[in-house]
DNA sequence: ACACGTTACGGCAACCGTAAGGATT
DNA sequence: AATCCTTACGGTTGCCGTAACGTGT
């Protein structure tokens, strides 16, 4: 098979006119030129260069040979480009593409750029897992993992979960609330696989049918706007209504028993190259601020 | 710079759907199968296949490279097929390839016909000289050569030459001439830079000027018909007049003090490869009938 | 147990750079 | 002498096959 190293020296000795030029400008050594068209001889079986004084032109060989030289290198080339044009596709769940990842991806872009173009999609837990499976996202941040065998989680942040009322709420002036008094109130429910229902069981012990469910609605801003109007209170990433809670349009309280806090994920696939982009954008999350920021 | 054996290995892996049957489609054993795609990944920085039992398929990654990969081994198998059957061209002096070389030239296509297409260009010898320096032919064989740097030439054949005179020339019943008889002839010229003058000169010490010279012709046919014409005698390739000996249209004589032969040469370019066509085919004709034949 | 892919390892060749050696101008 | 390419050589790396090892069916 043709080593397409060689063929690069090939062509740079044709276009230089010269051993020595076209060493400097691949940057390698002379001898590595001679080698390399040597090689390529014998690959060939064909003398492709006329070694002249002052001036190396090609064979009636290496004349035939160089367009087929010059089309492979710019294919190599093209492909390469291809590839790292797609960059690096990070999938994360809603309320951590939204709330949380953004500066994150905006800094990884600006601090590494040789890992080319970032893009960043959004969408449902479940979704992100199935992107995963098939590759079509490089890296996910997610809400929960289930451990499934061919790719590797890291815990990325312990996030804190708050309960949120509407300002005129009974609650609005506590600090926190205890398991009772929430499953006294409708709790709505909001974007489905973000794992707060198994956050209440595991830390709370309450089973899903406990609770006095009220709406399930499919994101976090419609339920920012239904606990708002009203129609109950509900569970969510702190970080998720920090504009809100500042604001005033909402008030945060914490469950007395036990403060509540959900893992965030990223989750790769095991067999990513070390220097990969995701590994590298993986990598970046790790020294992110604790939880709580 | 990408390796066309690892590319070579991912489209097997591909269209193969595993890394078992790819390396049994290419040859070589599994370990090597999953070393050229993690070399290929790694290289390229991304994942490109996704292992799964019983199926093989490709990552987004793979997919987009798979075009560029089935484009690079399309055209590094052009490229070699492109040389291969531009074959071997030997370049022959007009009489060696007129009288000498045809029949060896199909033996040779018929005996290695893996060096592709063979053709013979005929021309005259300081014609083929230039053709060998430019690189037109990749194998010159001749009635002289002038061991210019840069080539080899091997000594093909010791072939004689002869006198030769129309039937009705006094000299016809005879087997040989002298010098002194060959002085007093119009000695027609054939074609020039065969070398004949210098043969005149280096074995029987006649000065270029001593000769008394007939016509010039450029053709050994040509040479023939003056002949048979009587405008003069003539020296020529044993082989050249052959036929004409035997019909009796031309008689051939010796020389008396030193009987005259010619060395043929192959020449070759110094920096073949050692498996080229140009090569295998001075190799052929080494072992060649030896002189007289 | 079987089928598939990975890891480990050892031998061999490829590769590259430094240094020295022609050859030509 | 200067330029250009080739040869020689050693250290490193790449490459491939055999054998042993996971892992999922």
Do not use: C
């Not at 012990?205 to 609605?217: D, H, T, V, Y």
């Amino acid at each position: 098979m043709l080593n397409l190293a060689q063929v690069e020296t090939f062509v740079a000795v044709v276009e230089q006119g010269g051993f020595h030029e076209a060493a400097r400008h691949l940057g390698v050594s002379q001898p590595t030129v001679t080698q390399h068209i040597k090689k390529l001889e014998a690959d060939l079986v064909r003398p492709l260069i006329v070694r002249a004084h002052g001036s190396a032109g090609t064979t009636s060989h290496g004349a035939a040979f160089l367009p087929f030289a010059r089309t492979l290198l710019r294919i190599a080339g093209r492909a390469r480009a291809a590839l790292d044009s797609r960059g690096l596709v990070i999938g994360a769940s809603s309320n951590i593409g939204v709330y949380l990842l953004q500066p994150l991806v905006k800094a990884f872009a600006e601090a590494l750029p040789d890992f080319g173009p970032v893009d960043l999609r959004i969408a449902g837990n479940p979704d992100i897992a199935r992107r995963l499976e098939d590759s079509e996202v490089d890296i996910g941040l997610m809400e929960w993992w289930d451990d499934r065998p061919g790719f590797e989680a890291q815990v990325w942040r312990e996030e804190p979960v708050v309960v949120i009322v509407p300002p005129d709420h009974p609650w609005a002036g506590r600090a926190s609330v205890d398991k009772a008094e929430l499953l006294a109130e409708p709790l709505i429910g909001g974007e489905p696989g973000t794992g707060t229902a198994r956050l209440l069981e595991r830390e709370l012990g309450i089973a899903p049918e406990a609770l006095k469910a009220g709406p399930q609605l499919g994101s976090t801003e419609a339920v920012k706007q239904a606990v708002r109007a009203g129609l109950g209170v509900s569970l969510t990433l702190e970080s998720a209504v920090r504009d809100e809670t500042a604001s005033g349009a909402l008030h945060a309280l914490s469950v007395r028993e036990r403060p509540l806090a959900k893992s965030l994920y990223a989750i790769l696939a095991d067999n990513l190259p070390a220097a990969s982009p995701a590994r590298a954008f993986g990598e970046f999350l790790r020294p992110a601020a604790p939880a709580g920021v």
